[in-house]
C-alpha cells in the first residue's frame, strides 16, 4: 500500500536540502537562522510520523513548533540573492523550447487527477485500497510532483541536478515562514476546541436567538457560521458548535426544516466566511505569498464582495428550499 | 467565558500586523491556559496538531518543477501565448479558469489547479499578459489586482465546486456529526445535490465581478496614466 507518510518524508528531506543550501548562501545574512528554520521544519516533518503513530512524545515536537514560531518572529528565514536566469535568458529559452514549457506543468494535473479519480478505488490482492483510505490526493499530487520533475530534467537538461532544488527554494524562500503559518493554524483550532472556545461561543449565540421568527433563526445560523469561521479560519470548526447551538435544535426541532439543505447550505455558509479571513492562511495568505504580492490581504480584498452577496444568496436558499 | 480572550489576542495581534506566527502561538497558549491545560498537554497539542495537519504544507513538493520551468521562461512564453489570443482579456480568462476550477472540483478534482500548481506558473502569466497586451508595462495597482483576482479565481471555484463531489471532507464531516450526534442517516449525496444552488451562485457572481475586473483595470490605467502625465507637468 502506498502510504501518505512517504510524502510527508520527502518534504522533510526537500526542508533538509533547503537548509544545507542556506548555510552555504553566502549572500543570505541570515544564513545561520534560516538554515535552522528550514533544517527544524524538515525534521518536524519526519519526526511527525513518530507522532501521529503514537511512537514518540508530541511535547517534544511541540517545542520544536513553537521554535519555528519564535525564529518566524524574529525575522527568520531570511531570502539570499536570487541566482536564477535572467529575463533576457528566459526570453532566448522560452524562444527555445517554446510550447513544450507546458509540458510539464500539465503533467502535474493529468496524474493528480488519474489518482484522484482512478487510482484511489483500486484494490490491492489483499482487498487493501492500493493508496492509503483518504490521502488519494495528496498521494497523487507528490507522484505527479515527482513524475513532472522527471518529464522537465529530461526536456530541458539543466546542468545540475541541484538545480530544481535550487529553484524550489528561490520560490520557498518568497514564501517564508508563511508556508508553515496554516499548520499553525490547524494547531490553534485543536487548542480552541480542547480548551472550550467553542462552547463559549456558542452560550453567547445563545442569547442572540430570537423566538419565533423563521427567517431571523435562518440567518443567525447562516451568519453565524461565517462569522465564527471568520474567527477559527476553518468552516469545519463551526459546523458542530453552530449546528448543536442553532442548526439543531431551532431550525429542525423547532420549524422542522429539511436537515440535508440545512447542513449543506450552512456549510456553505461558513465557506463564505473562510474567503473573508487570514486565519485560513494557505487559501487566502500562501496564495499572496507565492505571487510575490506587496499586499498579503490582496486575495481577501478581492473576495470579500463576492462572499458577501453569496451568503446572502445562501440564506435565501435555505429559506426558500428547507422549510 | 475568559477563554475568549484567546480570539482578542487573534484579533488585535491581526490587526497591530505582529508577526502571525507569533500572534497564533501566543493566542494558542493563552486558549489553553485559560482552559486549564497545563504547559504539557499545551506543548502536545502543538504537536499533534503539527503532525496531524502536515497534509496542508504538501503543495511545496510542486516548487521544485515549478521553479525549474519557470527559470527556462515558462512565465514568458505563457505571456507570449495569450498575447496571440486577442478574444482573451484578463477577466475573460480569470472567468473561464473559474469554471474549468470549479467544474473540476466539482468532479473531486481537486488538485487540479491551485496557487503552487496553477495560479503562479499558468494563470497569472496568462492573466497579466492579456493585460499587457492591452495597457503596456503595468503599474503596481493593476498588478496588484490582477494577482488578487486570479487567486481569488482559484479559492471561489475550488469552495463552491468541491462540495458538489460526494466524497470530500466537509461532507462526510457533515454526515458523520449529524448521524453520531442527531442519529440521523443523511445520504452524501442529498448534501452533495443541496450545495449546487450556492455553487450556481458563486459562479454567477464571481465570474460577473471577473468579467466586470476588465472594466476596473481599464479605469486604473487611465487614472495612473492621468497621475502620471500629471506628475510629468
Known amino acids: ?323 | 467565558m475568559w477563554v475568549l480572550l484567546a480570539i482578542a489576542v487573534v484579533v488585535v495581534g491581526f490587526a497591530l500586523r505582529i508577526n502571525s506566527m507569533l500572534v497564533v502561538t501566543a493566542a494558542g497558549i493563552v486558549a489553553g491556559l485559560i482552559g486549564g491545560l497545563s504547559p504539557v498537554k499545551i506543548l502536545n497539542a502543538f504537536g499533534d496538531g503539527f503532525a496531524g495537519s502536515r497534509s496542508v504544507t504538501v503543495f511545496i513538493v510542486t516548487l521544485p518543477v515549478i521553479g525549474l520551468i519557470e527559470r527556462y521562461g515558462l512565465q514568458h512564453q505563457a505571456r507570449k501565448l495569450i498575447g496571440k489570443l486577442k478574444v482573451v482579456t484578463t477577466g475573460r480568462l480569470l472567468a473561464i479558469y473559474l469554471l474549468i476550477r470549479q467544474g473540476t472540483a466539482a468532479l473531486g478534482l481537486t488538485s487540479i489547479g491551485g496557487p503552487a500548481q496553477a495560479v503562479r506558473p499558468l494563470i497569472h502569466p496568462m492573466a497579466a499578459g492579456a493585460a499587457e497586451r492591452r495597457y503596456g508595462k503595468l503599474p503596481e495597482k493593476l498588478q496588484e489586482k490582477i494577482k488578487g483576482f486570479a487567486a481569488s479565481a482559484d479559492t471561489v471555484g475550488l469552495f463552491f465546486g468541491e462540495d458538489i463531489f460526494v466524497a470530500i471532507g466537509s461532507i462526510l464531516l457533515i454526515t458523520g456529526f449529524v448521524d453520531t450526534t442527531y442519529g440521523l442517516h443523511l445520504e452524501a449525496i442529498d448534501i452533495a445535490l443541496w450545495a449546487i444552488p450556492t455553487g450556481i451562485c458563486a459562479l454567477l457572481i464571481h465570474g460577473t465581478r471577473l468579467l466586470l475586473l476588465d472594466r476596473r483595470l481599464d479605469k486604473l490605467a487611465a487614472e495612473d496614466k492621468a497621475a502620471t502625465t500629471e506628475a510629468a507637468r
Not at chain 1, 545561520?32 to 511535547?59: D, R
Not at chain 1, 530544481?164 to 485543536?190: D, F, N, S
Not at chain 1, 474567527?231 to 449546528?243: C, D, L
Not at chain 1, 506587496?294 to 452577496?309: C, E, L, M
Open chain 1, 1 to 323: 500500500m502506498i502510504k501518505v507518510e512517504w510524502f510527508y518524508w520527502l518534504c522533510g528531506i526537500f526542508f533538509v536540502l533547503i537548509a544545507l543550501q542556506v548555510l552555504n548562501d553566502r549572500s543570505n545574512p541570515k544564513r545561520v537562522g534560516s538554515a535552522a528554520f528550514w533544517g527544524i521544519l524538515g525534521l518536524s516533518f519526519g519526526y511527525g510520523t513518530f507522532v501521529v503513530n503514537k511512537q514518540a512524545p508530541s511535547w517534544l515536537l511541540g517545542i520544536a513548533v513553537i521554535g519555528l514560531a519564535v525564529l518566524a518572529g524574529s525575522g527568520f528565514p531570511g531570502k539570499g540573492e536570487e541566482r536564477t536566469t535572467t529575463p533576457a535568458e528566459r526570453v532566448h529559452f522560452a524562444d527555445r523550447f517554446g510550447n513544450k514549457l507546458f509540458l510539464p506543468a500539465l503533467v502535474i494535473p493529468v496524474v493528480a487527477a488519474i489518482f484522484g479519480a482512478w487510482l484511489a478505488k483500486v484494490k490491492l490482492g489483499d482487498g487493501k485500497l492500493l493508496l492509503q483510505t483518504g490521502s488519494a490526493t495528496i498521494i497523487g499530487l507528490g507522484v505527479a510532483s515527482i513524475l513532472a520533475l522527471i518529464v522537465g530534467m529530461v526536456l530541458l537538461r539543466p546542468k545540475s541536478p541541484a538545480v530544481p532544488v535550487h529553484e524550489g527554494r528561490r520560490l520557498l524562500e518568497h514564501i517564508g515562514w508563511a508556508a508553515i503559518l496554516p499548520q499553525m493554524l490547524a494547531t490553534l483550532g485543536l487548542l480552541f476546541n480542547t480548551s472550550g472556545v467553542g462552547k463559549a461561543v456558542g452560550r453567547v449565540t445563545d442569547h442572540l436567538v430570537p423566538k419565533g421568527s423563521l427567517i431571523a433563526a435562518v440567518a443567525l445560523y447562516c451568519i453565524g457560521m461565517a462569522v465564527f469561521t471568520i474567527i477559527m479560519g476553518n468552516a469545519f470548526a463551526a459546523f458542530p458548535v453552530m449546528t448543536a447551538a442553532v442548526g439543531w435544535p431551532l431550525l429542525h426541532e423547532q420549524f422542522h426544516g429539511t436537515p440535508a439543505i440545512i447542513f449543506a447550505v450552512g456549510m456553505l455558509a461558513g465557506f463564505c466566511g473562510t474567503l473573508c479571513t487570514p486565519m485560513a492562511a494557505n487559501f487566502n495568505l500562501v496564495p499572496a505569498a507565492l505571487l510575490e504580492m506587496k499586499d498579503q490581504y490582496g486575495p481577501i480584498k478581492a473576495q470579500i464582495p463576492t462572499a458577501i452577496p453569496l451568503l446572502g444568496c445562501n440564506i435565501l436558499i435555505m429559506y426558500f428550499f428547507a422549510f
